[in-house]
């Protein structure tokens, strides 16, 4: 029998089904269990009802994030509720030998930032955690996806989850990006053709020169906002890009292991001729700064563009007149020039260093705009560092900004960081959604150039005219 | 944690044609603070039903008593976001045992069949005839049949079938859930688990 060109994704969920159910899903076993302080306490509850122990405690890791403050976390958590989460992991994780990694830990971080950049998430792995965001370590060409609070209490007890394999969608953006354009305007311009719900059903593969010549920070970014696309998950697949980025990390292979691990993952693409449900081609030359002007990721435009008119947008009128109601926008308006109140840049999405690098490199020798409250949050205590020695902090202070302590802060506004009603905020996490940052906060969402000259002239701005060739 | 078998369910519905709801507005993320399954009922779409100020907001369905029933229908792309399980827990916390759409987003189809509540995809005319009977009259009744796999307006007969794998079926009717098929299989995960690289 000739061979049947595979694909990446082929490769890794088949070599991790323990069965076949017929007429129902695989049992499909995970490498890397990610937990954080939100959605697991009901998943442990779970165990202790029905008497289970976690069956690899070795395989699961705990950071807290979600509803951490970003100021003074040395004193203890104000909000009595969160302090319960926080503790609540810190006891689950001690009574059942996972490692955690809270509050005041030197590795604590936003979970997507903190699981690749300490070596944990390798190439050919399946990976899940009870958020969404998950998809952000499919940039190492890596399966992973976003479960709910039942899935992480099959893991825990199982190290498996039942999952109906999804359908395979690729999507190739080739050519060259211009001047300013960042991963986060690729996967935004991506979302605003396909719609938030583009790809629902599928787990998509991105491939083409853009992805190819990215930094694994950038592909973190674009792999993060596949699920607000509906995809389950997005990859990329491992390149020398990838194996300089884990080599000699914290947790990574070493040695002999290594080398054998490499050896693996190089074997990680998809072959030529491999069939795909569904492809998509798109043009770097056509990706301009991108900006959201409604209530899901779905509603961007290029940052030039006017507000796009409610037939030209498709799906239902009344939707979509909801969603322009609520941002306070009309129809066929610019959205340069647009008073901004709020900046904030962080999250799994735009909290690595590659962002703040690109925050500086705008508001250098500028001053924050004094009508902007900016929220600059680092997504881990690692990135905080290097934002300390690599001379970042000081071009932020010259320039009046605070730097925050790591966290998810106002990308979902659980603990304290929540945007007032009505207020407008650029932002560079990954939903605008109705409320996400706070009861009426107004989200606009963009990459850390156009977060950065909101936070410098106070109004949405083009981010090309403030960069020097 | 259990939850009530799923046969038939016979009920009248409430009826949300609107677009793209997402799992923050079914249940906003400060309302995720709980290490109990408890409550969550009571936030279930939080910021569209209360005002800031917590009193109710007149013009919201949940808030017009003419419509109550087991079964919530929604709009296109029903559930998207967050994969907080919480959003399922408030619709069914809520009283809810069936959310019908034409489209779903893939982790909120899976925390549901996984708590108990049916997902019924539905054709994008099906959904807009059921949104059409419930405003005609909005005691109609839906009915669902899990066995037949089949969705009724009982006031005009017009029926639709739906998808669902026979295992997620047959666990519904039972209801039973993965981690009971999860822990049959332990010797199969431990001897797979030997031959992991990772």
Known sequence: MSHIPATLFDKVWDSHVVRKIEDGPDVLFIDRHFIHEVTSPVAFLGLEQRNLKVMFPEKTFATADHNTPTINQHLPVQDPLSANQLKALEVNAAKYGISHWGLGNPKNGIVHVVGPENGITLPGMTIVCGDSHTSTHGAFGAIAFGIGTSEVEMVLSSQCIMQPKPKKMRIKVDGRLGKGITPKDVVLFIISKLTAAGATGYFVEFAGEVFENMSMEGRMTVCNMSIEMGARGGMIAPDETTFNYIKGRDKAPKGADWDKDLAYWKTLKTEEGAVFDLEHHFDAADIEPMITYGTNPGMGMGITQHIPLAQAAGGSKTSYEKSLDYMGFHEDEPMLGKKVDYVFIGSCTNGRIEDFRAFASIIKDRKKADHVTAWIVPGSHIVEQQIREEGILDILTAAGFQLRQPGCSACLAMNDDKIPAGKYAVSTSNRNFEGRQGPGARTMLASPLVAAAAAVTGVVTDPRTLMVD | ?198
């Open chain 2, 1 to 198: 944690m259990a939850y009530d078998k799923f046969t038939v369910l016979k009920s009248t519905a409430v009826p949300m044609p609107i677009e793209n709801v997402d799992t923050d507005q079914i249940i906003p993320a400060r309302f995720l603070k709980a290490t109990e399954r408890k409550g969550f009922g009571d936030n279930l779409f939080r910021d569209w039903r209360y005002n800031a100020d917590n009193t109710p907001k007149k013009d919201f369905v949940l808030n017009n008593s003419i419509y109550t029933g087991k079964i919530l229908v929604g709009g296109k792309n029903f559930g998207s976001g967050s994969s907080r399980e919480h959003a399922a827990w408030a619709i069914y916390d809520y009283g809810f045992r069936c959310v019908v759409s034409s489209f779903f987003a893939d982790i909120f189809k899976n925390n549901s069949l996984n708590i108990g509540i049916l997902p019924v995809q539905v054709s994008p005319a099906f959904l807009d005839n059921i949104f059409r009977a419930i405003e005609a009259d909005p005691h109609t009744e839906l009915e669902v049949s899990l066995p037949d796999q089949t969705i009724t307006i009982l006031a005009t007969g017009e029926r639709e079938s739906f998808e669902i794998n026979s295992y997620k079926k047959h666990n519904l009717m039972n209801g039973y859930d993965d981690i009971d098929y999860l822990q049959s299989m332990k010797e199969d995960i431990r001897s797979f688990a030997a031959k992991s690289i990772y």
